[in-house]
């Protein structure tokens, strides 16, 4: 093929593959829009924690705009043949390449000052939960993670004895989260005896009547240990997937980019 057909074919296909990620992250910024204003229909249909929905509606928002602008500089860039684009595009690219590889560096590299910073934070949601009125964003969000992870506490479910709540109270509370039994705080669950007539209604709190805690017996760390171990495989693949796309669109840009003639005047040729 001759050096015209390459730049040809080149130039069309970044215009092709840059054209469907401008759409894709549009798509992406219109639903975290839609997450973000209307959370709670999803937190109904989901069982999802409001700060969640937040959050995600935040990172869709974010990945979206990205993706966009990238797709923007590529297709026109590509299409247009204008070096500036096309060397916008490959910055992009090529410092999104380095922050993977800092993140995962700083991950592993980082895993045991991480997890006691994270082992803090969390430790500090279980003994102010329930505090708050109405809960607060930290507290619904730590719930969703006991409930989907199946997991209790930290480290072990005794980290909840900490909490202000559950050690002054002359019940026997224990998190409805730990038990899954969050949409029925006010029922006995497994092994419990009959509910006194008066008993305080807690948000968030289950009552074990004198009878010993049924909850998870994993702790959160475990869990999401567990997790990362049965995911590994997958997150590591769409990692180097992602890397790759990015060097070979990096490549191309780059390419395209060289082979454009150092007096080609755009404003004249377009006009």
Excluded at 155 to 176: A, G, T
Excluded at 180 to 190: A, K, L, T, W, Y
Aim: contains cysteine; charged residues 15%.
């Amino acid at each position: 093929m001759s050096r015209k057909g390459c730049i040809a074919v080149t130039k069309y296909f970044l215009f092709l593959f840059n054209f469907l990620f401008f759409l894709l992250g549009g798509l992406l910024f219109s639903f975290g829009l839609w997450l973000l204003f209307d959370r709670d229909s999803f937190a109904a249909v989901l069982g999802s924690a409001y700060y969640a929905l937040k959050i995600w509606s935040y990172i869709f928002c974010g990945v979206g705009i990205l993706t966009m602008w990238m797709g923007f500089l590529g297709c026109l860039g590509s299409l247009k043949e204008i070096k500036c684009m096309l060397g916008c595009y490959f910055a992009f690219l090529l410092l999104l390449f380095l922050a993977q590889i800092i993140i995962g560096i700083l991950v592993y590299s980082q895993s045991k000052t991480l997890n006691t910073k994270v082992g803090d934070y969390v430790t500090e949601i279980i003994e102010h939960y329930g505090t708050y009125n109405p809960s607060t964003d930290e507290e619904e969000s730590w719930d969703y993670v006991q409930m989907e992870l199946q997991c209790c506490g930290w480290i072990l479910s005794n980290d909840w004895m900490e909490n202000s709540i559950i050690k002054n109270s002359s019940y026997h509370l224990y998190p409805c989260s730990c038990s899954g039994n969050v949409s029925q705080p006010d029922q006995p669950g497994n092994g419990t005896t009959a509910a006194p007539t008066t008993r305080p209604k807690i948000a968030g709190f289950c009552n074990s009547y004198g009878q010993p805690w049924s909850v998870y017996e994993m702790g959160c760390m475990d869990g999401v240990q567990t997790w990362l171990t049965n995911n590994i495989v997958t997150i590591v693949g769409i990692s180097l997937g992602i890397a790759l796309m990015e060097l070979c669109l990096m490549t191309l840009s780059m390419f395209l980019c060289r082979t454009i003639g150092p007096n080609y005047d755009k404003l004249t040729r377009y006009s």
